[in-house]
């Protein structure tokens, strides 16, 4: 049994487009892409002395179970040059599991949904325009609700509505 999982890519180190596509095509390997946003540039949030990101959400569809897939994930970005050497701080790649159908999953290894997702309008943003009605199994409100609930600030911007398709 599939279920549809939300991911968000960010990067701001290198060509950032070059990663997210090559992170896309990856992805392929897991599970069948349904949908992919289109690029928006966003500042960084916390760590500020940084970069620019690059990021997106991706729609996929995997019959793996969210242990196995974070697993996987982690090893897409490992694979691509991620070291993760300062929190929060730049990076080839980054790949976050937003949602997962309407599981809620808290252990040390996986948290989804993302225990942030909510507060993050680069997150948001990518995510409403793929799935602006899927729902946060916590807080019971939509992409879209959550979307509208954010405050003033985190600055992000759509690049001319690309949409990052694997090389």
Known sequence: MSEPVYLSLGSNIGDRGKNLRDAIRRLEHIGDLRAISSLYETEPVEFTDQPPFLNCAVALE???GPAELMQQLLEIEQSMG???VQK???RIIDIDILLFGDL???TPAVTIPHPAMQQRRFVLEP???IAPEARHPVLNKT???LLDRLGAGQ?????DHDKPTPD
């Open 127 to 129: 995510l409403a325009e």
């Open 82 to 84: 991620r070291r993760r």
């Open 155 to 159: 600055s992000v911007h759509r690049i």
């Open 143 to 145: 992409v879209r609700e």
């Open 104 to 106: 809620v999953v808290d």
């Open 62 to 64: 995997t019959g793996v």
């Open 88 to 90: 929060k701080g730049p």
